[in-house]
């Protein structure tokens, strides 16, 4: 417990900083206010070379919160959807393979890194997994994890201008009264949302689910609302902590950054996000177009990661975060099973 407290004291600042952050874009009516606000004001802090504390373990438990909220999303009406997300799910597995291809032929020969670190920065998604998975190899971590937070970085940042442009979702904030940011579910709805929690954990290790934190308690919850057992939903204020701490997650790995020493990398890994971005919006206007699936649903499924930074914007905008956490959950299952089979295709080819 002493350590605990400790290690939350550390971090105390760093959290009054992203809140600060995010306080201030609640106030200035931006869209995502407590994700962007937390998330710009901890990225400008990090490069300007304050030490900042990342949320460690609190990160993890607010993974299994958002979990929890994504599995509210699924209702026993969306029988009627899933061929159309058949469909999608194939289109975002194209697109995908497509990213892959372009970011590792971008590293290799534009950006000049090996072949390893090309491989683990150019996985379009996943990154804890791909990042823990880069340990045991030749790539140069800090490429890697550099490429994932700019990219990360760049579609929060690019969804509220993109989503406007494309007309399909309202981002006006909506203001709410001090009695709908204390509303509290009552005790049975929260021992349900805990049991999801709990329960979750629990299967999303046992099944080894990539991103296990998330994509059990999301499953246990979708299980739970599918099934009508309970409709419990959480309440603002933690809804808005947890996009807090998501922003403080992806601002904090810019620590220690120096742009005059990692200029080359952070120009590289920006060029990279743009394109991988471009063909996010490609994909999503081909299965607008075939289909009808909502334009705004299909891009926030086809950016390429992280899954939680991009569910949780898809649950606070309300745009369908059921069909986008069900895409996420398949491109990163994928990505993580053929990873190791590229590996040894190109090792191969290298021997």
Not at 3 to 16: G, I, Y
Not at 157 to 163: E, Y
Request: with cysteine; charged share 10%.
């Amino acid at each position: 417990m002493t350590q605990l407290m400790a290690r939350f004291c550390r971090f105390l600042p760093t959290l009054v900083l992203g809140l600060a952050g995010g306080g201030l874009a609640y106030w200035l009516q931006m869209p995502l206010p407590w994700l962007l606000g937390a998330m710009l004001a901890t990225t400008a802090a990090s490069l300007m070379g304050c030490r900042l504390r990342s949320p460690g373990r609190g990160r993890k438990g607010v993974l299994v919160v958002i979990g929890v909220m994504l599995g509210s999303a699924f209702t026993p009406d969306m029988s009627g959807d899933l061929p159309l997300w058949g469909a999608s799910l194939v289109i975002m597995l194209l697109a995908t393979a497509m990213m892959m291809g372009f970011s590792v032929w971008f590293s290799r020969r534009i950006a000049h890194h090996s072949l390893d670190t090309a491989l683990y920065a150019g996985v379009p998604g996943g990154v804890s997994a791909v990042t823990g998975m880069a340990l045991d190899s030749n790539a140069d971590l800090r490429v890697v994890g550099m490429t994932h937070a700019v990219r990360i970085l760049i579609l929060l940042a690019a969804i509220p201008p993109v989503l406007k442009w494309i007309g399909h979702v309202s981002l006006q904030p909506t203001g709410m009264s001090l009695n709908q940011w204390l509303w509290l579910p009552s005790l049975t709805d929260a021992a349900w949302l805990a049991v999801a929690g709990a329960l979750g954990v629990w299967l999303g290790q046992r099944l080894r689910l990539p991103n296990a934190l998330l994509f059990g308690p999301a499953l246990i919850s979708a299980g739970l609302h599918l099934s009508g057992l309970t409709h419990a939903v959480l309440p603002p204020t933690l809804i808005a902590m947890a996009q807090v701490v998501i922003g403080i997650s992806v601002g904090v790995r810019f620590t220690g950054t120096s742009l005059a020493e990692v200029g080359h990398t952070l120009t590289m890994a920006t060029l990279q996000a743009v394109v991988l971005l471009l063909i996010a919006i490609l994909a999503a206007w081909g299965i607008h177009a075939l289909t009808g699936v909502s334009l705004a649903a299909a891009l926030l499924a086809y950016m390429p990661g992280g899954a939680p930074e991009l569910s949780l914007v898809a649950l606070s905008l309300g745009i369908d975060p059921a069909f986008v956490t069900s895409h996420h959950l398949l491109r990163i299952t994928v990505l993580i099973l053929v990873l190791p089979l590229l590996l040894k295709h190109f090792q191969r080819m290298r021997a």
